[in-house]
């Protein structure tokens, strides 16, 4: 069997945004991917938009897969968020807790995103297929390893079908989570979750607030490339090539790329996987 791979987005704020993007999605369609998922905002801030973009996929023929946070929400604006997406045809959600908008001091009527799994089951039953996330170098506000991984098992009790990780570039770290998991009866597809290198600036101040780890060997190359963004992009595309070899190797169930809106850098992996 063929791995399956899916596709991320975040819902552009431009109209040039909302067009280059529909540039980029007839691209990466070329890699028939089981679905395209996008990204929603803080407290639902960009709700409306991640909702047309969500349409808009599912209108060019394509399984669209909305994710959908439940801090900072009520249960009333989740439900009417459900009924909208049953309504347009949609049939998985990428189900998460997601994080406080700064400045909010509420978390709302959810508090974590098993309470979602089980919030979205009572209320639609087997109609969504549910993603959930899960942490291979565990979530940063954990308490624990042991902690997260209880917290990962909650969420696939409530009724998740398949998970997707947060990006990381050590496989021993999703090999070993993996194992865990299942060790405490996860058994459902958890699916790495791929990050292509743009550039290495960005990607080591986001990993650092979002808690994935950029090995020190990795580290030292790219900054050892200084500016030289041809040299960054080659060793990115290598570095991240291997990874997804050996993840599929070692029985990966597939492969969600973070393809940050463009297109060449996962093109360019998944071709080279073949």
């Given at each position: 069997m063929k791995p399956e791979i899916s596709i991320e987005f975040f819902p552009p704020q431009t109209p040039e945004g909302v067009d280059k993007l529909r540039t980029v999605r007839a691209e990466l369609a070329q890699l028939k991917p089981a679905f395209f998922s996008v990204t929603f905002g803080a407290g639902g801030s960009t709700r409306e938009r991640t909702f047309s973009v969500?349409?808009?996929?599912a209108a060019e023929g394509h399984d669209a897969a909305p994710h959908?946070?439940?801090?900072?929400?009520?249960?009333?604006?989740?439900?009417?968020?459900?009924?909208?997406?049953?309504?347009?045809?949609?049939?998985?959600?990428?189900?998460?807790?997601?994080?406080?908008?700064?400045?909010?001091?509420?978390?709302?009527?959810?508090?974590?995103?098993?309470?979602?799994v089980e919030f979205i089951r009572?209320?639609?039953?087997?109609?969504?297929?549910?993603?959930?996330?899960?942490?291979?170098?565990?979530?940063?506000?954990?308490?624990?390893p042991k902690d997260d991984l209880d917290a990962f098992v909650r969420k696939?009790?409530?009724?998740?079908?398949?998970?997707?990780?947060?990006?990381?570039?050590?496989?021993?770290?999703?090999?070993?989570?993996?194992?865990e998991a299942r060790a405490l009866g996860a058994d459902l597809p958890i699916i790495p979750g791929i990050m292509p290198i743009v550039g290495f600036t960005k990607l080591a101040r986001f990993s650092d607030a979002c808690g994935a780890e950029i090995p020190r060997w990795m580290r030292k190359k790219f900054e050892s490339f200084g500016d030289d963004a041809d040299s960054i992009r080659a060793f990115g595309l290598d570095v991240v090539t291997d990874l997804c070899e050996r993840l599929l190797k070692g029985g990966a169930p597939g492969l969600h790329f973070y393809a940050m809106n463009q297109s060449a850098l996962t093109k360019e992996i998944c071709r080279r996987l073949g």
């Open positions: 969500v349409k808009e996929i959908l946070s439940c801090i900072g929400s009520t249960r009333a604006s989740i439900r009417e968020i459900l009924a909208d997406y049953r309504a347009a045809g949609i049939k998985r959600i990428v189900a998460l807790r997601g994080d406080l908008p700064s400045g909010m001091a509420e978390t709302g009527e959810f508090r974590y995103a098993n309470e979602l009572a209320e639609t039953g087997d109609w969504f297929s549910l993603e959930v996330a899960a942490y291979p170098e565990w979530h940063p506000q954990a308490r624990s696939v009790k409530a009724g998740a079908n398949s998970a997707i990780t947060q990006y990381f570039y050590n496989a021993d770290a999703y090999f070993s989570f993996v194992e």
